[in-house]
């Protein structure tokens, strides 16, 4: 059985700083692209980064420069370094591994003073 759980997510003040994770259990990774997407209240699931097998990365024009997807196919998990976070990132997160179809169960992300 295929899980992704995602970690990390919490309440952070505009400028900060979170590192989100995901833990992928029931197959191995490798070689499989991952992404991370959001959904903000009343929108929908959008992409926020994705990272191919072979580790190149792409990015939406919001989040270029301040996030960073990176991936350990040896602890089978992929991360989300998210920097200077704006309120409009406030959002719940999502893992998903792609070719297979699989999400994570989400974790809320919440940028505000």
């Known amino acids: 059985q295929v899980q992704l759980v995602e970690s990390g997510g919490g309440l952070v003040q505009p400028g900060g700083s979170l590192r989100l994770s995901c833990a992928v259990s029931g197959i191995n990774i490798v070689d499989i692209a991952m992404g991370w997407y959001r959904q903000a209240p009343g929108k929908q699931r959008e992409l926020v980064a994705n990272?191919?097998?072979?580790?190149?990365?792409n990015y939406e024009n919001f989040v270029k420069g301040r996030f960073i997807i990176s991936r350990d196919d040896a602890k089978n998990t992929v991360y989300l370094q998210m920097n200077s976070l704006k309120p409009e990132d406030t959002a719940v997160y999502y893992c998903?591994?792609?070719?297979?179809?699989?999400w994570g169960q989400g974790t809320q992300v919440t940028v505000s003073s």
């Open positions: 990272i191919g097998g072979g580790g190149g990365a």
């Open positions: 998903y591994l792609y070719t297979q179809n699989y």
